[in-house]
C-alpha cells in the first residue's frame, strides 16, 4: 500500500514536471519587418524594406556597410516600426575588416525606446538612449589591453556613454573577444527572453552555425516595451570596414502565455492547408511541363542532381577535413582540460600528504572535518602504467635481439673483409680503418643494450632522481640504442655497396 503512494506520488510529480517543461516551450516567428538579408537586401533604388538608414550607411543587395574603412566616418540603419513583441532572438551576422593590426572603432546594436540618430555620438548613434546597447568595441581607447571586447549597455536616457574609457564603468556585462579579419562573417545572437538577457557569439573562424559560444548572460534586465531596432558603426583616427550581412529578428512566445497557444492553433491550421494546396499546385504544374518539355527535364534533373565542379568538389572536401580537425581538436582540448584539472587536484593531495608527513596540520575551514587524502594515481591510472611499461620492455627487448642480429652478422663480414682485404689490391681494398670503426660502433650498441637490458631486469628499486621505480629507460636511452641501430645498418649498407661495386669490377 505505501509503495503504491509513493509510486502514485513520484508519477504526480513527474507528470508535473513534465507538464511544466512543455509549458515552457519556446514558440518563435521569425518576423520579417523587423529583419534583412541577401540576396537582394537592398532593391535597385537602395532602400531597405522596412528599414531606414543615413549617414554614411550604403546598402548593397549583399550587405549594408555602416561605416566605411575611412576616416570619422558614422552611419546607422533602423527599424521603421516599433516591435509588437516582447521577447525576442535577433541574429546579427557581419565583418569587420581592416588593413592594419589595430581597427577602428566598432559596430553597435541597438534595442531602444526611439530610433537613435545616423551620425551620433555612440559608435554613429545617439547618446542617452533608452534602453539597451550592445557594442562592438574595436579600438582600445583607455589601454587597458582589454579590446576588442563585446559588451552590454542599459542606459535610462539619463548617462552619457563614456567613450575614454571604452565604458568600463557602464557596462551590465561583456566578454572579451575578437571579431576583427575573420575568414568567415561573425555573428551575435541576442536573446531577450523573460527578462533574461543572453548573447552567444560565433567568432568567424569556421562557417558552421553551430560554433556560437556563450558571452554572457544576464537576468532581471528590464527593457522598454515597443522600442525599435538599430544597428550603428563609426570610425575615428583609425578605421575598418564595418558590413552587416544579416539581422534575422524572431519573436518568441512561451506557450504560458495566455492567447499565443490559440493563435499558433490556428494560424498552423490555416497553413498547413495552404501549404498543402501549394504543394498540390505545383506538382500538378510540374507534371504538365514533364508532359511539354519530355527531354529538357530529364536532362535537368540528372544535372541538378548529380553535377559537382571540381572547385566545388575541393571546397567540400577542404570544409569537411577542416571541420574534422575543428572536431578533433575540441576534443583534444577538453581533455587537456580534464588532464590539467586531474593533475592540480594530484598536487593538491600530494601537498597535502607532505605537510602530514611533515608533522603540519591540513588546512581546512573551521568547523570542517578532515578528510583523508586519497592516493593521487587511481587503480586504473596504475593498470595503464604498467600496461605501457611493458610495450615499452617487449619493444627493447626485440629491438636488442635485431641488433644482435646485425652485429652476428657483421662480425661474419668482419672476418670475411678482413680476408678479402689482405688479397686485394690498391683503392679497391676494404680500409681496415673503417672496419675497425664498424666493429667499436657494434660494440658500443651492444654496451648501451647490456646498459638497457641490466636495467630492464634489475628489481624495483625505491624512486631515484625523479624516476619510478618500475623501470626506467629514458627517451635519450632509447634514442641511442635506435641511433646506434640505424648507424650499424647504414655501415652494413656501404659495405655491401663496395662489395658490390668491387665485385662488377671483376665481371
Ligand atoms: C582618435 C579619436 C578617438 C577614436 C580613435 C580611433 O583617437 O577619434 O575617438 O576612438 O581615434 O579611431
Ligand atoms: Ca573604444
Ligand atoms: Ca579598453
Known amino acids: 500500500m505505501v509503495s503504491f503512494s509513493i509510486n502514485l506520488l513520484l508519477c504526480s510529480v513527474l507528470c508535473i514536471l513534465v507538464n511544466t517543461s512543455i509549458q515552457q516551450t519556446v514558440h518563435r516567428r521569425f518576423e520579417y519587418k523587423y529583419s534583412f538579408k541577401p540576396p537582394y537586401l537592398a532593391q535597385k533604388d537602395g532602400s531597405v524594406p522596412f528599414w531606414e538608414y543615413g549617414g554614411n ?33 535577433v541574429d546579427v551576422m557581419f565583418k569587420i575588416t581592416g588593413r592594419g593590426r589595430i581597427g577602428a572603432d566598432g559596430l553597435a546594436f541597438w ?16 547618446d542617452r538612449w533608452n534602453g539597451l546597447g550592445l557594442i562592438f568595441d574595436s579600438f582600445d581607447n583607455d589601454n587597458k589591453h582589454n579590446n576588442p571586447y563585446i559588451m552590454a549597455v542599459i542606459n535610462d536616457g539619463t548617462k552619457n556613454f563614456d567613450h575614454k574609457s571604452d565604458g568600463s564603468t557602464q557596462l551590465l556585462s561583456g566578454c572579451l573577444r575578437d571579431f576583427r579579419n575573420k575568414p568567415f562573417p561573425t555573428r551575435a545572437r541576442i536573446e531577450y527572453y523573460l527578462n533574461t538577457l543572453t548573447v552567444y557569439f560565433h567568432n568567424g573562424l569556421t562557417n558552421n552555425e553551430a560554433d556560437y559560444e556563450l558571452c554572457f548572460r544576464a537576468e532581471n534586465v528590464m527593457l522598454p516595451r515597443g522600442g525599435f531596432f538599430g544597428l550603428s558603426a563609426a570610425t575615428g583616427g583609425l578605421a575598418d570596414d564595418h558590413d552587416v550581412i544579416h539581422f534575422l529578428t524572431s519573436s518568441l512566445y512561451s506557450a504560458q502565455q495566455p492567447g499565443s497557444q490559440q493563435i499558433s492553433n490556428d494560424e498552423q491550421q490555416k497553413l498547413s492547408q495552404e501549404y498543402q494546396e501549394y504543394q498540390k499546385k505545383l506538382e500538378q504544374q510540374k507534371e504538365e511541363y514533364r508532359k511539354e518539355h519530355p527531354d529538357e527535364m530529364r536532362d535537368k534533373d540528372e544535372m541538378d542532381d548529380w553535377f559537382e565542379s571540381d572547385g566545388q568538389r575541393e571546397l567540400r572536401q577542404i570544409f569537411q577535413s577542416l571541420s574534422h580537425i575543428q572536431d578533433v581538436t575540441r576534443e583534444l582540448h577538453k581533455k587537456v582540460d580534464e588532464v590539467i584539472g586531474k593533475q592540480m587536484n594530484s598536487l593538491s593531495m600530494l601537498s597535502a600528504v607532505y605537510s602530514q608527513s611533515q608533522g603540519q596540520p591540513i588546512q581546512t575551514q573551521p568547523g570542517q572535518p578532515i578528510q583523508a587524502p586519497q592516493f593521487p594515481i587511481t587503480r586504473h591510472d596504475w593498470e595503464v602504467f604498467t600496461s605501457n611499461n611493458q610495450l615499452l620492455i617487449q619493444t627493447i627487448s626485440e629491438v636488442k635481439s635485431f641488433v644482435i642480429e646485425a652485429n652476428r652478422k657483421s662480425d661474419a663480414l668482419l672476418a670475411g673483409g678482413a680476408g678479402a682485404a689482405a688479397g686485394a689490391a690498391g683503392g679497391a681494398a676494404i680500409n681496415p680503418q673503417f672496419l675497425n670503426e664498424l666493429r667499436d660502433s657494434v660494440n658500443q650498441v651492444k654496451s648501451n643494450l647490456a646498459g638497457v637490458s641490466q636495467r630492464l631486469s634489475s628489481p624495483a628499486q625505491p624512486m631515484q632522481g625523479g624516476c619510478p621505480s618500475v623501470s626506467c629507460v629514458s627517451t635519450g636511452m632509447l634514442l641511442l640504442v635506435l641511433s646506434g641501430q640505424l648507424l650499424v645498418l647504414f655501415l652494413y649498407q656501404l659495405y655491401k655497396e663496395r662489395k658490390e661495386a668491387q665485385a662488377k669490377k671483376f665481371f
Do not use: C, H, M
Open 57 to 89: 550607411a550604403i546598402a548593397s543587395g549583399e550587405s549594408v556597410r555602416l561605416a566605411p574603412s575611412l576616416r570619422s566616418q558614422k552611419g546607422a540603419i533602423w527599424s521603421k516600426q516599433p516591435i509588437n513583441f516582447d521577447w525576442w532572438e
Open 111 to 126: 534595442y531602444t525606446s526611439q530610433r537613435g540618430d545616423y551620425t551620433g555620438d555612440v559608435f554613429g548613434s545617439s
